[in-house]
């Protein structure tokens, strides 16, 4: 399975208004489940599916949380739900929030250090990606841990995370398709080309690493008047 899928454009307003709003979560979350997960499932719902919101709201709002505090049980209700979803809903839904997730992540990175990351050679640009993943997936999940080996531009990337472990295989698919689009996002943010792949067999949340090289620049959009 293979995404390349990209967020919608969110600006820096935007970004603070919607945190803000999912400040309220901080203090009613259990088992370690980050609001960054929480907000980018909402924001995925509320882009792709709209109609299904409300639907969702009864878990993925501060109202609904306080009714039952997000454990791994009702987060593990939303996941499978979303599985069940019509396609290609079910699909674009948890990768749409995952690009997300990985775009606001990307939003707290300094000027400075987002300038030094584009003058360095591509294995150190491939690394940086990783590295962004890892705080994505311990800010999502904070008990989850990942290993990575990446040698000769390939590689994977395992995460094992307790909604894994409490979940059966179908329902943890869009967990899968939120990290492999999260991952993807960080390498074209770091201008790596690398394809980002989810492997079905593996015991855990296995996402496997192709890097074909620099990313190319987009063109330029002309401002014609």
């Not at 967020?7 to 979350?29: I, K, P, Q």
């Not at 979803?85 to 250090?113: K, L, M, Q």
């Not at 990783?130 to 705080?135: A, D, E, F, S």
Request: overall charge positive; charged content about 25%.
């Amino acid at each position: 399975m293979r995404y390349a899928l990209r967020a919608t454009a969110v600006d820096a307003g935007h970004v603070r208004g919607h945190f803000a709003f999912y400040s309220e979560l901080m203090d009613m979350v259990d088992a370690g489940i980050g609001r960054l997960l929480l907000a980018s499932l909402h924001q995925g719902i509320a882009d792709v599916s709209p109609t299904r919101l409300e639907f969702y709201e009864n878990w993925l709002s501060p109202t609904g949380i306080r009714d039952g505090r997000m454990g791994l049980a009702p987060l593990g209700a939303v996941l499978s739900f979303l599985n069940r979803e019509e396609p290609p809903a079910d699909r674009v839904i948890p990768a749409h929030a995952g690009a997300c997730a990985a775009e606001w992540t990307y939003a707290n990175v300094s000027a400075f250090r987002k300038n030094v990351t584009r003058r360095l050679p591509l294995r150190f640009r491939v690394q940086l990606a990783v590295g962004l993943g890892r705080t994505l997936v311990t800010e999502t999940i904070h008990q989850s841990k990942v290993r990575t080996r990446i040698r000769n531009g390939s590689g994977v990337i395992d995460i094992r995370s307790p909604i894994f472990d409490y979940l059966r295989e179908p329902s943890s698919v869009p967990m899968r398709r939120f990290y492999a689009a999260a991952y993807g996002e960080f390498f074209r943010y770091c201008d790596v080309d690398a394809a980002v792949e989810i492997d079905p067999d593996a015991p855990c949340c296995r996402l496997t690493i192709a890097v074909q090289g620099t990313r190319a620049a987009e063109p330029a959009l002309l401002d014609v008047t």
